[in-house]
């Protein structure tokens, strides 16, 4: 697995969430070795009790992952959130990746009606809006696997 | 460690005050805490006071600003916060205070102005503040967080939208009989089911609102004190507890959960009930009236799980045999609840100590709960906080 640097024409809204691989787009997270606990981010620990805290490792997650829960929201999220439009109704689900840490991200590009607990699901970046130099500027997402 | 009494509450009604500052509104519950204890100001001989986050250098000092109002006296002032759980943090702080025979008498004074609308993102830094990155990156207000909890209940144990819904119609019809309520119309299971979808499966009458108000509470081990005081309240435990490791809730702020539970959902409020029941020596079938946090209908039914009132997956069955209703074995939130009454973070858990209070003395009107000897007060909170206190006449 390869992991690009920069896509032309993309920026995060925020650094060190995810990046992009030859093999789609991961959620970034660190592994402690100590107290196998995975971090989202990978800057919030969140240790085992008396762990020693000495061997982590930042990790890419994988692409996929399953929905270990879901809801439909109908209301636009006030700011500091920001999209192109009113995105309503859009989707939001906590993703259960094999490693064993479940992430929480938007579910777009999805029939929402179609949504099911354990469905598979994969991470994409999606255009949250444009900047002024013309950049789509991307969060995080999932999206039901075709 | 001596045995703590309530010997006097008070309580501004609940509501939106635009036209109000903190400490008016305060005020009003200082003044009726002060009449009903049968207790001097200057007999108060320390003040643990809920810091307002929204009520910038006023608010995180909330306490000198009431001390001020009524007199400054130099005693102990602390401002306090722990979200939800702030007010139990305070009435733990004037507990301990008494109970370590520091302090004979201790006000815990909680007060509340919210901002309108949704409560967001209080920084701007990603990497100190994760509140950021939600509102930021994912667009969840808390009550995705709890729709999602939700809609795992849903598919584990078979709670369905008639049970949400009847959780409103229940607290309703409380609230309606509630004086200090905000909202006071009784509604209908297919009123509820026709307001509007906010986030599935959570509609809008099942979500509480936010609220402006103000709760105190008297403490004392003076034995003057309680026995002057008309219905002294005994405090049986107040506690707090953290999340533990391992727990499975995609708590508020958070964007990630273990996906393997080694501990309980919400295990901070499980953490804190736990502690409450081994120090007090009581159980949950001890308790007659219980107040919790019913953010939303989904949090009233985990709560009685969570706080050990019946099994995993078992809460829809006691809300559907009528066994936390009027007449019920345990009377789960006569007050109204959050439903009835929406949220102020810095009061709310005082609130709900006042409310199980006027329970036990006998003084909640058309809401009283017959024969009302054992009061809980449970609270949610923010980031892994939440408190306990469990109330004996």
Known sequence: MQVIDKVEGKVPRLPDLFSWTDEGVRIRSAKCHDCDTYFFPEYHAQHRPDCPRENVEKVLLA?????????????MCPPPFKTTGDITPYGLGLVEFPEGISVAGLIMETDLDSLKIGQEVETFDYVLYKDEDGNDVVTWAFRAVK | MRDVYIVGTGEHPWGKFNDKN?????EVAVAEALKDAGVRWTEIQAIMSSILIYGGNAGHLSGQYIESMFGETGVPVVNVYNACATGSAAIRMAYNSIAAGETDTVMAV?????????????????????????????????????????????EKYGDTPEDLADVKVLLSQFGAKNPNARYKKVYTRDEVL????????????????VSDGAAVVILSADPKKIQSANKPVKIAATTMGSAIYGDPTI?????????????????????ASKQAYEKSGLGPEDIDVLELPDNSSWHYLQYLETCGFCGEGEAHKMLREGKTQMGGKLVVNPSGGFASFGEAIGAQAIWQVVEACDQLRGRAGERQVPNCKTAMAQT???????????LTI
């Not at chain 2, 903190?22 to 305060?26: R, Y």
Request: glycine content about 8%; hydrophobic content about 35%; aromatic content about 10%.
């Open chain 1, 63 to 75: 692409n996929k992952g399953k929905l270990a829960t879901f809801t439909i929201q109908h209301y």
């Open chain 2, 110 to 154: 909680g007060v509340d102005l919210s901002p309108k609308g949704f409560l967001t993102a209080k920084s701007d830094d990603p990497r100190q503040d994760r509140d950021v990155l939600r509102w930021r990156m994912t667009g969840m207000p808390n009550p995705i967080y709890w729709a999602m909890e939700c809609r795992k209940r849903f």
């Open chain 2, 251 to 271: 708590r508020i702020s958070a964007l990630s959960a273990p996906s393997k539970a080694e501990a309980p959902l919400l295990s901070e409020s499980y953490s």
């Open chain 2, 22 to 26: 903190f400490v008016e509104v305060g």
């Open chain 2, 380 to 390: 949610y909170g923010l980031m892994g906080n939440s408190g306990t206190t469990i």
């Open chain 2, 194 to 209: 026709n307001s509007k979808m906010v986030c599935d499966p959570l509609r809008l009458y099942e979500i509480c609102a």
